[in-house]
Structures are given as C-alpha cells and as structure tokens.
T-cell receptor, first 113, second 115 residues
C-alpha cells in the first residue's frame, strides 16, 4: 500500500498567486515526520519544510507553509506569491520513527507569467 | 561545508556488466540512504544505513543489487549483471538523526544508462 499519495500529477498557477499541493499519508505510528522537497529541472533535491507529528502549529518557512491536518492524515504544501522559479517537481515524504523516508510520486508545478 | 557527493556523475554501461556507484555523505551524518529515480518518476527507496545497525534492505529490487557502508562513512551501491531497466538516476542522501527534523541532504545523483 502507498504510504504517501500525491494525487495531482501536474498543477498550474499564475505568477504571484498562491497554490496548494496535496499530500496524504498512511501510518499507524504516533511518531513521524513529514517533509516537502523541490526538484527543479537540474535534478537536485531541495528541502523545503518539515512538520513533526507532535507539532501543534503548522510549519512555515518563508513563502512555504504546511497545512497539517492530523486526523485526515493530510500534509498539504501551500506556496504563496508564486514565482517563475517555483516551477519544479514537488515531493512529499514521510519518515516513521527512526526509519527510512518514503516519497510520493510528485507533483509538477508550472508557474505561468 | 561539503555536501553529499556522488561519483561518477554519469555512467554508461553495457547490459550484463557490473557497476559500482559511490556516495560520500556529509561528515558526521549517521544515516545514509540510497534511492532510484526513473525518468519522470518519484523516488524509489532502495536501502538505508543507520550507524552500526544492520541496514534496511527492504527496497532493493533484486539480488543483483547490494550496498555496503565502510567505516560508517562512504557507501558503495553495486549492481551486478545490469539490465536496461536499471537505467535511472541513483540518489544518495544522508542525515544526522540527532537533529530535530532528521532532514535528508541529497547528493547530485549518478545517472546510469544501460545500453
């Protein structure tokens, strides 16, 4: 069974608008971490934001925020004021306890000028 | 400081040959991970090393794949008798599990092409 599900293969957003990338996860662990990574066309994996399962506040990092809804097992990434440089693949990932990290299939975001 | 490095950056090999891919993690990082990313796809977990514990090999796709980590630092991923379906980018990542988020730092990857 998929641990991480990203249902949007591709998304488009107008420059300067906000966009939400969806991510749902499946775990029976109480302790886990949720991550978002950006992969531009260059191929590098860039860490964006982290949310721990015990964190009560939604994580924010600059223009990135994570909408964490624990009961729904949802960890959506919100990018505000989109920029052309935000065009990339975005991966949601989860680590259960001290284990390995599992990634979703990714969402390709295209920012339109 | 130095990030995660991988070598070679590109490798072209003939079907049936063995290949070795190298990963140098960030100094002091206790955990090391290998992933495979096929063109346009997500990351497929292969293997995970944590300190001196036995590695988690649950993601290795076949017994042609193996990996070792010497001295708790450098890791080598070996693919024996390569097949065309092994063509992909192989990504290595490391993390320090003493930090709060256990964020993974990724290397640039090795692009493997099997002809």
């Amino acid at each position: 069974a998929q641990k991480i599900t990203q249902t949007q293969p591709g998304m488009f957003v107008q420059e300067k608008e906000a966009v939400t990338l969806d991510c749902t996860y499946d775990t029976s662990d109480q302790s886990y971490g949720l991550f978002w990574y950006k992969q531009p066309s260059s191929g590098e994996m860039i860490f964006l934001i982290y949310q721990g399962s015990y964190d009560e506040q939604n994580a924010t990092e600059g223009r990135y925020s994570l909408n964490f809804q624990k009961a729904r097992k949802s960890a959506n990434l919100v990018i505000s004021a989109s920029q052309l440089g935000d065009s990339a693949m975005y991966f949601c990932a989860m680590r259960e306890g001290w284990g390995d990290m599992r990634f979703g299939a990714g969402t390709r975001l295209t920012v339109k000028p | 400081g130095a990030g995660v490095s991988q070598s070679p950056s590109n490798k072209v090999t003939e079907k049936g040959k063995d290949v070795e891919l190298r990963c140098d993690p960030i100094s002091g990082h206790t955990a090391l991970y290998w992933y495979r990313q096929s063109l346009g796809q997500g990351l497929e977990f292969l293997i995970y090393f944590q300190g001196n514990s036995a590695p988690d090999k649950s993601g290795l796709p076949s017994d042609r794949f193996s990996a070792e980590r010497t001295g708790g630092s450098v890791s080598t991923l070996t693919i024996q008798r390569t097949q065309q379906e092994d063509s992909a980018v192989y990504l290595c990542a490391s993390s320090f599990l003493g930090s709060g988020s256990y964020e993974q730092y990724f290397g640039p990857g090795t692009r493997l092409t099997v002809t």
